[in-house]
């Protein structure tokens, strides 16, 4: 099974948005509502941002959100602060034999 | 609170295996699916394999099919990964995770515990 294509990194200004895509198949994005999002910072254990493709876990600000089209989900972070700069991962289940893929990771650097 | 707490850092030589604990607490233990996900030095992240404690239930990835055995002490609230024949591409840091499964398996990863290091080096 292979990762899920995310771009390797993603800037943008204190204030600004910034949108991460996250290209699967019809196995795993494509076909099913369980895509969801972890921020990870140096040398921590990522945390949960955004899961089943839109929702947010108590505690996320309304400034991250999730969306999907076809194979392709997006997360968007929106009045960037410089806090938000870390590594972000998308993930999808993809059945019962493949259970779970990861996307390749993108940096979010906040300039 | 919901923690997961795992065993320490471990270095191995190649051909070795290794046991990683993940001890649970703050939730019902038998309620949760737990995870195991590494991410090797500077690279993204990889799921391993699954295990469901109410009933021993498994799931791997094919990648790992042979070589790693989850296992679980429901009296003590704590999870076992072990991975065997070890190689240098498996130096890694290995998380375990929990999948909420109350009232239905939520197929996301709200908690992680704090990582093990494994470095296998001859």
């Known amino acids: 099974q292979s990762a899920l294509t995310q771009p390797p990194s993603a800037s943008g200004s204190p204030g600004q948005s910034v949108t991460i895509s996250c290209t699967g198949t019809?196995?795993?994005?494509?076909?099913?509502?369980?895509v969801s999002w972890y921020q990870q910072r140096p040398g921590k254990a990522p945390k949960l941002m955004i899961y089943d493709v839109t929702k947010r876990p108590s505690g996320v600000p309304d400034r991250f959100s999730g969306s999907k089209s076809g194979n392709t989900a997006s997360l968007t972070v929106s009045g960037l602060q410089a806090d938000d700069e870390a590594d972000y991962y998308c993930s999808s289940y993809a059945g019962s034999n493949t259970h779970y893929v990861f996307g390749t990771g993108t940096k979010v650097t906040v300039l | 609170q919901v923690q997961l707490v795992q065993s320490g850092a471990e270095v191995q030589k190649p051909g070795a295996s290794v046991k990683v604990s993940c001890k649970a607490s703050g939730y019902t233990f038998t309620g949760s699916f737990l995870h195991w996900i590494r991410q090797a030095p500077g690279q993204g992240l990889e799921w391993m394999a699954y295990?469901?404690?109410?009933?021993?239930?498994?799931g791997y990835a094919q990648k790992f099919q042979g070589r790693v055995t989850l296992t679980r002490d429901t009296s003590i609230s704590t999870a076992y990964m072990e991975l065997s024949r070890l190689t240098s591409d498996d130096t890694a840091v290995y998380y375990c995770?929990?999948?909420?499964?109350?009232?239905?398996?939520?197929?996301?990863?709200?908690?992680w515990g704090q990582g093990t290091l494994l470095t296998v080096s001859s």
């Open positions: 019809s196995s795993d994005v494509g076909g099913y509502n369980y």
């Open positions: 295990i469901d404690p109410n009933s021993g239930g498994t």
């Open positions: 995770t929990r999948e909420e499964c109350t009232p239905r398996c939520s197929k996301n990863f709200g908690n």
